[in-house]
């Protein structure tokens, strides 16, 4: 298990080399191309290696971050990004998703291997979420920046809101399946090594669960968040699977989900080589941090910090909006 670990970082780590050394040469041998996108992306007149360095930076320390809260990578890069730096709101999005999506394929087929995600459960919700987040991606490129930015700040105040009342439940309480559920046969068993024994699991209120994905896939594809902090809670609160279960289901959920609406952002020119380069360099790296520091940090304050992070990156999004709409 060791070398296959071993092996995976290896070849992770040769992969986003290969990535930096291409986005390098490309702008070493196209200088003027690399400024043109860099100023088009931000409308800063700064060198054009200044701003994915930036990127870089706050990227790690994001991904040290979204490892230690539990949460995803996109969504604490597209507000703190589009709240605190000069990118065009739709190129932040567009990497946000891209971001979302390599921690969600890095971790999917592992999840899948040791029975954590399961299948039976992620395919009707990713249906339906992965629709309706290309419907969502389509109306956030088509709706004017002012007022997808304003949104953002709003929902952005609302996962702060979810994040602080949110209570995890391990093993939730099915006392009897709901019929849509026993037709899909959407249960199952996994070990607990925890309990040094095997769980068995189950699901109700589905068909509630299946209509609030509508809404979680339109809100990912809209602000490019990804949908973990959306995801956890209605399969674990909603629809009653276990708190781990819950967890790795949602983790390849995105795999599906942000993948839809990657596509649009990139058939419509939104995602960028050199904010997508180092964004995902780093967030995959402080991620690798992030998993060590975990060991030894206390979960409970690290949520705190990411709380507070959100809620003024959320403040600042919401008035960056308003101040487009000529409110502030």
Known sequence: MQKTNKFLVLAVVIVLSLSVFAMIAFATANPEAAQEAATEATGSLKPWWFWPLVLFVLSFVLGIFAVLAGVGGGVLYVPIVSGFLP???DFVRGAGLIVAL???LAAGPGLLKKGMADLRLAIPMALIASTCAIVGAM?????PTHIVQTLLGATILMIVVIMIKAKKSEFPDVQKPDALSQALRISGVYYEPTLDRNVSWQIHRTPVGLALFVIIGVMAGMFGLGAGWANVPVLNLVLGAPIKISVATSKFLLSITDTSAAWIYMNN??????????SVV???????IGVRVLAVTKPAIIRIMVIVVLGVA????????????GVF
Not at 282 to 288: A, K, N, R
Not at 314 to 325: E, I, Y
């Open 87 to 89: 990118f065009h709101l």
């Open 102 to 104: 390599a921690g969600a």
């Open 139 to 143: 109306i956030g490129l088509a709706l």
């Open 269 to 278: 020119g939104a995602v960028l080589p050199l904010m997508v380069v180092p």
């Open 282 to 288: 780093g967030i995959m790296l402080g991620s690798f």
């Open 314 to 325: 959320g403040l600042k999004a919401l008035q960056k909006g308003l101040s487009l709409w």
